[in-house]
């Protein structure tokens, strides 16, 4: 370590390490009021600290010895709040909370293995009697923490890779009839909506359901259109979704539209049917360009009072599947499917390259519909 005197009257301590990956010597300086003993350990700690945090960041194939889970995560979160909607990034607060009660802040991340993982969330499961869902959930958090960990050489290998974790039975799984509504139940849902709830939004809400299963857009992409979000060209309209709602946690004077949408391809441009046209038609009268399309209280719809609607309609009408406003969506799919309609151009309307569910459904309902042709050609 060495001192210069600054042109303030000021003391810059410096000290010099050697960068393992070009083999060059870098400096580090930390500047102190006075040049005493005192000032002198601490500008050497100091130093130190700052020597170490430039050396563990360096990826240069060496562990990184004394990293702690609190460390990783406090680099992560910044990386992974840049990746997912803001939404997604406020529900992790919850599981931030049990990772840290239940691994703590300063573990020595090496020292996180395989066992140690899988006792936590069997206890989870089994003793403390916490929901499969939300154990998922925590482990998919924790397998991102620890990704970040090894490609940061802070771990050599990693503790999350096939975890053989005895996963609960669920009491029941949704079949693929129960991911969507026939055309008897949707009309049952969308009439309760509308004279059963009580609500001075009753019509928006019924709405604002009937255009998802028109359209097939997600709750938060539906609620967020403006009205000049819809365009014609020639005899059709379009409707053009650029983003979703950001909700979680906020009141409604809070909420806004987000220009991120759920993942890169859900950027599009939807033909809507005469139905959609005709509630666009009703609910952008006498509305701006930049007025909300499905307006409640001069706003977004919320998405809270959106699902309690749905609730109170599945217990009243006795619905056995789960009621949602993602159900929507997927009625929307089942009825492309019956009209033939190919499974690639479904999901460029939904807004996603891929889905499970919306190749579950699809294959379901042309299964069913084949069998039904297979009834009228055996009997010619």
């Known amino acids: 370590m060495w001192i210069e005197k600054t042109k303030d009257g000021k003391y810059k301590f410096r000290e010099q390490y050697k960068n393992p990956l070009t083999g060059r010597y870098n400096k580090v300086s930390v500047t102190m009021d006075k040049n005493t003993n005192t000032t002198r350990r601490r500008a050497q700690i100091r130093l130190e600290k700052k020597i170490q945090d430039k050396l563990m960041h360096i990826q240069d194939g060496k562990i990184k010895k004394g990293v702690t889970l609190g460390q990783v995560i406090t680099e992560w979160e910044p990386v992974y709040k840049k990746q997912v909607l803001s939404g997604t990034y406020y529900s992790w607060k919850t599981y931030k909370k049990q990772i840290l009660s239940r691994i703590g802040a300063d573990t020595l991340v090496s020292k996180i293995t395989p066992k140690y993982l ?168 006498g509305k701006k360009p930049n007025d909300v399309l499905f307006n409640v209280k001069n706003h977004f719809a919320l998405i809270d009072s959106l699902n309690q609607a749905l609730r109170i309609c599945k217990k009243d009408l006795g619905i056995k599947k789960p009621l949602s406003t993602h159900i929507f969506r997927h009625t929307h799919v089942s009825k492309l499917a019956e009209m033939g309609v190919p499974l690639y151009i479904i999901q460029n309307r939904l807004g996603h390259s891929d889905s499970e569910i919306t190749s579950r459904v699809y294959l379901h309902v042309t299964k069913k519909a084949k069998e039904k042709y297979d009834g009228i050609i055996k009997s010619m």
């Open 118 to 285: 899988i006792n936590i969330y069997e206890d989870m499961l089994y003793k403390e009697k916490y929901d499969k869902s939300f154990v998922i959930q925590l482990k998919a958090k924790m397998n991102h923490i620890m990704k970040y960990a090894y490609q940061h050489d802070y771990i050599s290998s990693l503790p999350t890779a096939n975890l053989q974790i005895n996963w609960p039975k669920n009491r029941h799984v949704p079949t693929t009839e129960e991911k969507f509504l026939e055309d008897d139940e949707l009309e049952d849902v969308l009439n309760f909506i509308e004279t059963k709830t009580n609500s001075p939004y009753a019509h928006t809400y019924r709405s604002i359901f009937e255009w998802q299963s028109l359209t097939g857009m997600r709750v938060g992409e539906a609620a967020t259109l403006y009205v000049h979000n819809i365009h014609k060209e020639g005899e059709d309209y379009y409707a053009d979704v650029h983003g979703t709602l950001v909700y979680h946690g906020l009141k409604l004077s809070e909420q806004y539209k987000s220009p991120i949408t759920k993942t890169s391809t859900s950027y599009r441009t939807v033909l809507l049917p005469d139905r959609a046209v005709e509630i666009y038609k009703e609910f952008s009268a």
